[in-house]
Protein backbone atom coordinates (compact mmCIF):
# COMPACT_ATOMS: atom_id res chain seq x y z
CA UNK A 1 0.00 0.00 0.00
CA UNK A 2 1.33 3.23 -1.00
CA UNK A 3 -0.45 6.83 1.02
CA UNK A 4 0.20 9.50 -1.22
CA UNK A 5 -0.80 13.23 -0.32
CA UNK A 6 -0.82 16.22 -2.41
CA UNK A 7 0.00 19.66 -1.22
CA UNK A 8 1.04 23.26 -2.89
CA UNK A 9 -2.16 24.35 -4.94
CA UNK A 10 -3.75 27.50 -4.17
CA UNK A 11 -5.06 31.00 -5.91
CA UNK A 12 -2.68 32.12 -8.55
CA UNK A 13 -2.92 34.77 -10.89
CA UNK A 14 -2.56 34.06 -15.04
CA UNK A 15 1.52 34.04 -15.74
CA UNK A 16 2.21 32.91 -11.69
CA UNK A 17 3.91 29.58 -10.89
CA UNK A 18 3.13 27.04 -8.83
CA UNK A 19 4.70 24.00 -7.33
CA UNK A 20 2.48 21.30 -6.12
CA UNK A 21 4.43 18.30 -4.36
CA UNK A 22 2.98 14.76 -3.71
CA UNK A 23 4.27 13.08 -0.49
CA UNK A 24 4.54 9.04 -0.29
CA UNK A 25 4.52 6.80 2.28
CA UNK A 26 3.83 3.30 3.02
CA UNK A 27 6.37 2.19 0.68
CA UNK A 28 9.38 3.37 -1.14
CA UNK A 29 8.75 5.53 -4.42
CA UNK A 30 11.51 3.92 -6.34
CA UNK A 31 9.07 0.88 -7.41
CA UNK A 32 6.42 3.23 -9.06
CA UNK A 33 6.04 5.40 -11.82
CA UNK A 34 4.54 8.74 -10.47
CA UNK A 35 1.86 10.95 -13.02
CA UNK A 36 0.29 14.06 -11.83
CA UNK A 37 -3.46 14.17 -13.47
CA UNK A 38 -6.03 17.12 -13.74
CA UNK A 39 -10.14 17.25 -13.51
CA UNK A 40 -11.91 20.26 -14.01
CA UNK A 41 -15.37 20.60 -13.08
CA UNK A 42 -17.30 18.95 -15.25
CA UNK A 43 -14.82 17.45 -17.26
CA UNK A 44 -13.08 14.09 -17.46
CA UNK A 45 -9.78 13.21 -14.99
CA UNK A 46 -6.96 14.06 -17.69
CA UNK A 47 -3.35 13.24 -17.48
CA UNK A 48 -0.48 16.15 -17.05
CA UNK A 49 2.36 14.62 -17.09
CA UNK A 50 4.54 11.11 -15.79
CA UNK A 51 7.90 10.28 -14.46
CA UNK A 52 9.63 6.93 -14.99
CA UNK A 53 11.05 5.06 -11.79
CA UNK A 54 14.63 6.37 -12.46
CA UNK A 55 13.63 9.76 -13.30
CA UNK A 56 15.24 9.57 -16.73
CA UNK A 57 12.18 9.71 -18.86
CA UNK A 58 9.07 12.29 -18.29
CA UNK A 59 5.96 12.82 -20.67
CA UNK A 60 3.58 15.83 -20.69
CA UNK A 61 0.43 16.64 -22.31
CA UNK A 62 0.89 18.96 -25.09
CA UNK A 63 -1.00 21.44 -22.93
CA UNK A 64 1.64 21.91 -20.35
CA UNK A 65 4.75 21.08 -22.35
CA UNK A 66 7.23 23.90 -21.99
CA UNK A 67 5.29 25.11 -18.78
CA UNK A 68 5.59 22.21 -16.48
CA UNK A 69 8.32 20.06 -14.95
CA UNK A 70 7.85 16.75 -13.40
CA UNK A 71 10.42 15.41 -11.27
CA UNK A 72 11.10 13.02 -8.19
CA UNK A 73 13.48 12.84 -5.53
CA UNK A 74 13.63 9.06 -3.91
CA UNK A 75 15.59 9.84 -0.75
CA UNK A 76 12.48 11.90 0.25
CA UNK A 77 10.35 9.99 -1.44
CA UNK A 78 8.44 12.92 -2.99
CA UNK A 79 6.91 13.94 -6.45
CA UNK A 80 6.58 17.48 -7.72
CA UNK A 81 4.85 19.35 -10.40
CA UNK A 82 6.64 22.81 -11.14
CA UNK A 83 3.69 24.73 -13.32
CA UNK A 84 5.09 27.90 -14.57
CA UNK A 85 3.17 30.09 -17.05
CA UNK A 86 -0.43 29.36 -15.60
CA UNK A 87 -3.55 29.80 -17.53
CA UNK A 88 -7.12 30.11 -16.66
CA UNK A 89 -7.57 26.90 -18.31
CA UNK A 90 -4.86 24.91 -15.67
CA UNK A 91 -7.38 25.50 -13.29
CA UNK A 92 -8.33 21.99 -11.67
CA UNK A 93 -8.19 19.66 -8.99
CA UNK A 94 -4.51 17.98 -9.26
CA UNK A 95 -3.86 14.31 -8.47
CA UNK A 96 -0.76 12.38 -7.78
CA UNK A 97 -0.90 8.87 -9.07
CA UNK A 98 2.20 5.94 -8.25
CA UNK A 99 2.02 3.05 -10.79
CA UNK A 100 3.45 0.08 -9.97
CA UNK A 101 6.22 -0.85 -12.35
CA UNK A 102 5.22 1.33 -14.59
CA UNK A 103 7.12 3.25 -16.86
CA UNK A 104 5.42 6.63 -17.01
CA UNK A 105 2.26 5.79 -18.25
CA UNK A 106 -0.21 8.58 -19.70
CA UNK A 107 -3.69 6.48 -18.98
CA UNK A 108 -5.18 6.83 -15.71
CA UNK A 109 -6.60 2.94 -15.42
CA UNK A 110 -2.68 1.78 -15.08
CA UNK A 111 -2.09 4.07 -12.24
CA UNK A 112 -2.63 1.76 -8.53
CA UNK A 113 -2.70 4.74 -6.10
CA UNK A 114 -4.12 8.04 -6.06
CA UNK A 115 -4.08 11.00 -3.65
CA UNK A 116 -7.18 13.27 -2.59
CA UNK A 117 -6.20 15.88 -5.12
CA UNK A 118 -4.87 19.63 -4.28
CA UNK A 119 -7.14 22.75 -5.54
CA UNK A 120 -5.47 24.88 -8.29
CA UNK A 121 -7.19 28.25 -9.66
CA UNK A 122 -5.94 30.45 -12.09
CA UNK A 123 -7.04 34.01 -12.21
CA UNK A 124 -7.58 35.82 -15.51
Known amino acids: QVQLVESGGGLMQAGGSLKLSCAASGRTLNWYAMGWFRQAPGKVREFVAA????????YYADSVQGRFTISRDDSKNTVTLQMNSLKPEDTAVYYC?????????????????WGQGTQVTVSS
Open 51 to 58: ISRNGRSA
Open 97 to 113: AADFAGSGSTRAGDYDY
